[in-house]
């Protein structure tokens, strides 16, 4: 549905003024004016139902009641991955968990793990995509743990590229599959992989059939060198060595495109998109950056304050792709824009605080020890799942 003019200068103008209030973190005016005239589908979710509710522009606000977030504690939720588990790994500060994020026109449900259950009564979700994706599978579980009861029967079955947790009073099943560019990855007769560009045959086995899909890709397509996830990258029967990493991006998320607009049922499977999510590894992006502080995300503990920041150009164009590739589909899913509101939590990374590194490597301010690519549990995708849920349960 088109915004009315009036309707957004209004907007602009509430968040300018939210600005004077030391308890809000705002999201770049900039941004929200992009963002405002992009998919809206987003737009039409009515959690109090009484009035439109765009989900993802909006403020991050403090919390006064301490008691009441996060909804979750690490130590009760045994499926979070080292990686992930910032507080059992060292760190000791709490501002990031106190904060949540309020849309402009709505105030969003909490969370409610029983509801979500009983909802989804002999369904399935699955998360398909790279580790952003099992960042918020696993925040999904906790935040339904966390409502349950500790008998409650479940089974948690580890895997590789499937992961699946089930809640077998209820029959819901909550997965993950790996897929890090949702195409699939062949291995040549040399033992080369190969990035099949047109193909997503072999992936799309694992979540054909399930109820409510969200998928997720971003990262992994500007990763060069040993990280690369790649040797060979093919497309109509021609393998490249290397192509503009946005070229690529694009042909393959319009090969998954295809794929949903051609096998999905879309009365029976809700179909998510999640935004691409942001890192944090250079300061001069928020502007607090001093030749005294490391160049990562190190030490940051308080959300950006400075609402004329917008996000790094290479961001915007991996946004771009995807809206594009989104806004030809047939039936296009529901985009968790997660960008721009992710963007502004520089203090939600792990940082050093990861069960992956040594205690030598956590105590070292090297940039490269630093993840500034995943976030906390408990922490950021909390809030994308509440989101998610709202999206799921309250959308016309």
Known sequence: MPIPPFSFHFTVLWLLLLQFSA??????????????????????????????????????????????????????CSVIDPRFNCQKYGR????????????????????????????????????????IGRDQWESLICLVLADLPPSSPK???GGDPLSTFKLLEYGVTISYYKALYLVDIDINEQGKRVLKLDDIRGNAKAWNGVD??????????????????????????????????????????????????????????????QGISPSHYYPNEWNSGTMSQPRNCYGETMPMTNSDTSYPEPYLDQVKVTDEVLDSMNRPPFLLDITAMSYMRK??????????????????????????????????????????????????
């Open 347 to 396: 203090d939600a990374h792990p940082s050093v605080y990861s069960g992956e590194l040594t205690p030598e490597q956590r105590s070292n301010l090297d940039p490269s020890v630093a993840d500034c690519d995943h976030w906390c549990l408990p922490g950021l995708p909390d809030s994308w799942n509440q989101l998610f849920y709202t999206a799921l349960f309250f959308s016309q």
């Open 92 to 131: 000791t500060d709490t501002d990031y968990l106190k904060y949540r994020w309020q849309p402009v026109n709505c105030q969003l449900p909490r969370f409610d793990g029983v509801e979500f259950v009983t909802r989804l009564r002999g369904k399935s979700v699955m998360f398909v995509g790279d580790s």
């Open 155 to 157: 089974e948690n079955i």
């Open 23 to 76: 308890n809000y973190i705002t999201v770049s005016s900039i941004v929200i004016a992009r963002l405002r005239n992009r998919h809206p589908q987003n737009q039409r979710i009515h959690p109090n139902q009484s009035s439109n509710c765009a989900l993802f522009v909006g403020s991050w606000v403090r919390h006064e009641d301490d008691s009441s977030y996060p909804i979750y504690d690490y130590s009760s």
């Open 212 to 273: 409510v899909l969200c998928f997720n890709t971003g990262h992994w397509w500007t990763h060069t060198g040993n990280i690369q996830g790649w040797d060979y990258m093919e497309l109509d029967g021609t393998q490249y060595k290397d192509m503009d990493r946005l070229v690529a991006l694009e042909r393959g998320l319009r090969t998954w495109a295809k794929w949903i607009d051609s096998n999905i049922d879309t009365p029976k499977t809700r179909v998510f998109f």
